[in-house]
Structures are given as C-alpha cells and as structure tokens.
T-cell receptor, first 111, second 116 residues
C-alpha cells in the first residue's frame, strides 16, 4: 500500500464548477498535510497547508482534513482554466523533516 | 519571497560521466532536499540535509551522493551517470520542523537531466 494515494485522474471539470480532489494516507502518525500545484514543466508550488481536523479556506480553495478517516481533500470553487494543473498531496509525521507525496491528480478545466 | 535556484534547467550527459547539480536557497532554511520526479511515480526523496555537513538518505539514494558545505547550498552528485537516472531533479528547502508540525517545503525550478 502506498503511503499517500490520490485519485488517479485526469479530472475534467467545466469552467465555474467545483473540482474535488481526494487524498488518503496510511500513517496514522501523520500531522502535517500540504497541497501543491504543479503546472506542466514547472516545479510544485504550495497552495495550502492544514494541520487540524476540519476545513481551511483560502480564496477559492478549501482543504478538508479528517484524521480519523485518514483523508485530506481539496476543493477548488469556481474553477478557472488557469487551475488546470497537477495537484500533489503531501503528508508528514510530526517533527519530521520529510514529506511523502502522492502521485498527483491532473485537473483540466474546460472553458 | 523564498527563492530556491538550481544551476541548470536542462542538462545532457553521457553514461559514466560525473554530474553535479547545485541548489542554492536564500531564506536561511535549515533543511534542504533533493527529489527526482518521474511520470507515474511522483516525487521521490533522494537525500536530505538538516544542517551543514549533515545528510540523510531518502527513499532512493543508490547511485547518488550529496554535499552541504554551506547552509545555503546543497549539491547532488551522480558519481557515474546511467540512463535510468534520466529524470527531473527538484531541490527544495524548509525551516526546521516544529515539535508538532512540519514546515512548508519550497521548490526550485528543477533540472531536467538526460543521460545518453
């Protein structure tokens, strides 16, 4: 079982819709969770970090964390063509320098 | 803004050559990391360093070594390049982790290495 698993994708959504990305992790000791966006040919850039159960909103992005069920999700509201990218979920244990990454979900927003 | 730079965007080397990839960060981060990224396999950690002259193996260290002589600089070395090391190499840096949380990693632009 992979440490971090994401929807295989690709995920295609119409402009203005909500894109929903899911990520599950196997290590119950995980405490820090990150979503990165990676455009084709570019390096990952942080969208959001979340450390506590519940929702965290930042603009059109909402991260949801449920440690009991070991999943973290990312919602993109009012999706725009500029949101077309691969989204990487990353997870870390407390007091650990290292991140474990999922393979990523590719999102395409149709104009 | 955090800035992580890598010495080359594209690099072409021959099998058996010694290859140096350099990474520099300007945010006084304690931690630095080297990853490789391959289609379908995601990001895999090669080595990381939590202090000058300190290094730890990641998930796939075979065929690689690293050097960190200064806090801001972290080098990845391929002692004898092989075709299966053709990949995108990404450097990242972060502050030292807190007791209950891991700090964000910031990535450089990447080096696409091709070994012929």
């Amino acid at each position: 079982q992979k440490e971090v698993e994401q929807n295989s994708g690709p995920l295609s959504v119409p402009e203005g819709a909500i894109a929903s990305l899911n990520c599950t992790y196997s290590d119950r000791g995980s405490q820090s969770f990150f979503w990165y966006r990676q455009y084709s040919g570019k390096s990952p850039e942080l969208i959001m970090s979340i450390y506590s159960n519940g929702d965290k909103e930042d603009g059109r992005f909402t991260a949801q964390l449920n440690k009991a069920s070991q999943y973290v999700s990312l919602l993109i509201r009012d999706s725009q063509p500029s949101d077309s990218a691969t989204y990487l979920c990353a997870v870390s244990r407390s007091n650990d320098y290292k991140l474990s990454f999922g393979a990523g979900t590719t999102v395409t927003v149709r104009a | 803004d955090v800035k992580v730079t890598q010495s080359s965007r594209y690099l072409v080397k021959r099998t058996g050559e010694k290859v140096f990839l350099e990474c520099v960060q300007d945010m006084d981060h304690e931690n630095m990391f080297w990853y490789r990224q391959d289609p379908g396999l995601g990001l895999r950690l090669i080595y990381f360093s939590y202090d000058v002259k300190m290094k730890e193996k990641g998930d796939i260290p075979e065929g690689y070594s690293v050097s960190r002589e200064k806090k801001e600089r972290f080098s990845l070395i391929l002692e004898s390049a092989s075709t299966n090391q053709t990949s995108m190499y990404l450097c990242a840096s972060s502050f030292a982790s807190g007791v209950t949380s891991t700090d964000t990693q910031y990535f450089g632009p990447g080096t696409r290495l091709t070994v012929l």
